[in-house]
């Protein structure tokens, strides 16, 4: 189908004027005159393209039209040694650190060293009456053949033995104790005699017996008193106050607590033997 221009004849032969534009669909484009293709922006009537300027390798000048060139600046290695590379590598950190706050150690005790000789003068002072009594008969005491003949009663072997072991022992160890001089020692030296004042007044009743008059009342009393000096220590006020284990006690007092009772069940053990549990 072959569309019609305006101004046509018709089949009839007469010319008519196109009404729509559907009528000539087809735009004729108009042709070149020299009926080449067009190759060029010119050709086809169009702004031509900006030319960028080529760079030819121009003078650092005409380039940076300044007269102060920086040159680049040579780099060297720091030598460790240097008072200043080591100012300036720990400086900034010490600055960097918060400060460590040590806390402040109370230089006071308080009240602990004159409850400490409390309880070492009136520990002392029990085995010191005691040991004498036993050793003299002062105040009503056995003395030693009567202290001799208890130890015997209570089933003991070498009774003439240990009775003058046990007395002189008392006083001796009652004496350290109120002066403060190698209180560990003399604490377990205690020790070891009231263990075995324990064990002869459990065996004396039948059963396990604790309440005075006949039971352990007061010798239980004695031997955590004895412990607790053992481990505590003399305190300040004493003749070995100077020392540090006397207001610090650590693995020494320990050992002499060991001792002690160690030295207070074999006595029992080999010279004895009587079960007091039962």
Known sequence: MTAKQQGDPDRDGTERTASSPFDLPTEQLPTSSGGALPVSDDDLGLMPTEQIPTYRG??????????EVYPTEELRFADPSEPAVVSAFTSPV??????????????????LDLGLLVLRVGLGTVALFHGLQKLFGWWNGPGLDGFETTLFDAGFE???????????????????????????????????????????????????????????????????????????GPGRFSVDGG????????????????????????????????????
């Not at 121009?58 to 007269?67: A, K, R």
């Not at 209180?183 to 059963?207: D, F, H, K, S, Y």
């Not at 002499?256 to 069940?265: E, K, P, Q, S, T």
């Open 58 to 67: 121009s003078s650092v000048d005409e380039v940076y039209p300044t007269d």
């Open 94 to 111: 010490q600055q960097a650190m918060p400060e460590t706050i040590v806390p402040e150690t109370p230089s006071g005790r308080g009240t």
């Open 158 to 232: 070498q009774a003439r033995l240990l009775s003058i072991l046990t007395a002189v022992g008392e006083v001796a160890a009652g004496a350290l104790l109120i002066i403060g001089l190698v209180t560990p020692l003399a604490g377990a030296a205690v020790l070891a005699v009231l263990i075995n004042a324990w064990c002869v007044r459990q065996v004396a009743e039948p059963g396990l017996q604790f309440f005075a008059p006949s039971g352990v009342e007061h010798e239980t009393m004695l031997v955590a008193a004895a412990v607790a000096v053992v481990l505590t």
């Open 243 to 278: 020392r540090k284990w006397a207001t610090r006690p650590h693995i020494g007092s320990f050992v002499a607590l060991i001792v002690g009772v160690a030295a207070g069940v074999c006595l029992w053990i080999f010279f004895n033997g009587a079960n007091p549990l039962i």
